[in-house]
């Protein structure tokens, strides 16, 4: 299995400062079919279920605000929101699709400072 | 706009099985290109996902889970369904049901609890 592991646990940022999300997988997901890490990101808002936010490590799912981005390649990947919102309180995760089984990280909380 | 809604048993006694069904409305279960899976979550931990099952009835389980786990999928009633034996109180869980979109979770029920106590 794929280890998912995350920095930090948590992390209180204040409301327009960026948020940056680590996550760092055991072995590379980047696949040779087509060049694209199998990285997504989602972020869970207290009560709900996870959204989905970014795939392919940086492609952004329709809909979802521009502040938030992913980069990264290989086993490294960031999430970062540009500028906290109210709205962005939530716990995030990452979790690949390189190969089964689909493995998340453990999640990182975020909040406002 | 689709939507997925759990339903079953919300508390399970030790060793006995656990089913679950996800009733889909809004699109159909037999769309092309999609997968249907099942992912936990026990209170206050993160996700594990535990299998998909395709509108055919071919199905990938979590090999940590797969001697325990059948799932299933009744075109006719838009639905897919799953069933846990053997359970203990480590399956006790938010137990969500999600449409999978190249193995990514694209939209997800709002989940249901599953307590395992006797």
């Not at chain 1, 948020?19 to 997988?25: D, L, Y």
């Not at chain 2, 799932?71 to 869980?93: C, H, I, P």
């Not at chain 2, 449409?99 to 106590?117: I, K, N, Y």
Request: one cysteine or more; proline letters at 4%; aromatic letters at 10%.
């Amino acid at each position: 299995d794929i280890v998912m592991t995350q920095s930090p646990d948590s992390l209180a940022v204040s409301l327009g400062e960026r948020a940056t999300i680590n996550c760092k997988s055991s072995q590379s997901v980047l696949s040779s079919s087509n060049n694209k890490n199998c990285l997504a990101w989602y972020h869970q808002k207290p009560g709900q279920p996870p959204k989905l936010l970014i795939y392919w490590a940086s492609t952004r799912e329709s809909g979802v605000p521009d502040r938030f981005s992913g980069s990264g390649s290989g086993t490294d990947f960031t999430l970062t929101i540009s500028s906290l919102q109210a709205e962005d309180v939530a716990v995030y995760y990452c979790q690949q699709y390189y190969s089964t089984p689909l493995t998340f990280g453990g999640g990182t909380k975020v909040e406002i400072k | 706009q689709l939507r997925l809604q759990e339903s079953g048993s919300g508390l399970v006694k030790p060793s006995q099985t656990l089913s679950l069904t996800c009733a889909v409305s809004g699109g159909s279960i037999s769309s092309g290109g999609y997968s249907w899976s099942w992912i936990r979550q026990p209170p206050g931990k993160g996700l594990e996902w535990i299998g998909y099952i395709y509108h055919s009835g071919s199905s990938y389980y979590n090999p940590s889970l797969e001697s325990r786990v059948t799932m299933s999928v009744d075109r006719s009633k838009n639905q897919f369904s799953l069933e846990l034996s053997s359970v203990t109180a480590a399956d006790t869980a938010l137990y969500y049901c999600a449409r999978t979109r190249r193995e990514l979770f694209d939209c997800w029920g709002q989940g249901t609890l599953v307590t395992v106590s006797s």
